[in-house]
């Protein structure tokens, strides 16, 4: 039986589902570095963002009255294509329980970060910081943990390894965004991510 959506729609219906397909698996293929492969050459591949790809607007020949419409499948890729826009990565950075105190292995991998960060292909890029925490502990205060860990690998990157600090900012996402829903107390879901801003 279709949706009202789906009858009144259908080519919309049909553009907002191919482009939903399309996203799943940039959203799946997120991947965490854990100890061992946190590189700096996996770094900057992960951050470096893609390559704008040539639109069909710029494949078509010019034509002079005739305007051809965008066909759904050409707009769900756009979308798709626009939301895997950033580079990312995700490392699991270890902190002391319940607070932003990094661990020696926390530094270690953020010495690995700054290092890619300033090789030639970063060098012109800017970066948010994103802490996650896991749900245990109420919103307020996993948001306020997660913030302050990403304030803290913020300020490990500036303070020891001289980053411009407009290169650099934090946000604490809480425990908005598991990477292991399955297994709320899992160390996934207390990463760092590492996202490149496109703007």
């Known amino acids: 039986m279709k949706t009202f959506f789906e009858t009144a729609h259908p080519a919309l219906a049909g553009a907002l589902c191919a482009a939903l397909l399309a996203a799943a698996p940039a959203l799946a ?6 100890e061992g492969q946190v590189t700096e050459k996996a770094l900057i591949d992960a ?14 020949p010019l034509t002079r009255s005739f305007r ?15 939301a895997a826009g950033a580079g990312k990565a995700s490392i699991l950075v270890t902190f002391v329980t319940d607070s932003a105190e990094l661990t ?44 302050a860990r990403a304030e803290a690998v913020r300020s490990y990157l500036l303070t020891q390894h001289g980053l411009a600090a407009e ?3 934090a946000v604490g996402r809480g425990s908005s965004a598991l ?3 399955s297994d709320p107390a899992a160390p996934e879901n207390r990463r760092v991510t590492i996202v490149t801003q496109t703007n």
């Open 167 to 169: 290169r650099v900012s």
């Open 104 to 147: 020696p292995r926390a530094r270690s991998a953020l010495d690995v970060l700054a290092g890619a960060m300033k090789s030639d292909r970063l060098a012109s890029q800017r970066f948010t910081i994103e802490g996650h925490a896991d749900p245990r502990g109420s919103d307020e205060h996993n948001l306020r943990l997660s913030q």
């Open 179 to 181: 990477m292991n829903p």
């Open 68 to 82: 051809p419409a965008i066909r759904p499948g050409a707009a769900a890729a756009g979308t798709a294509a626009a």
């Open 29 to 34: 293929q997120e991947k965490l570095l854990r």
């Open 47 to 60: 951050l470096t963002p893609p390559e704008p790809a040539a639109s069909a607007a710029d494949e078509r």
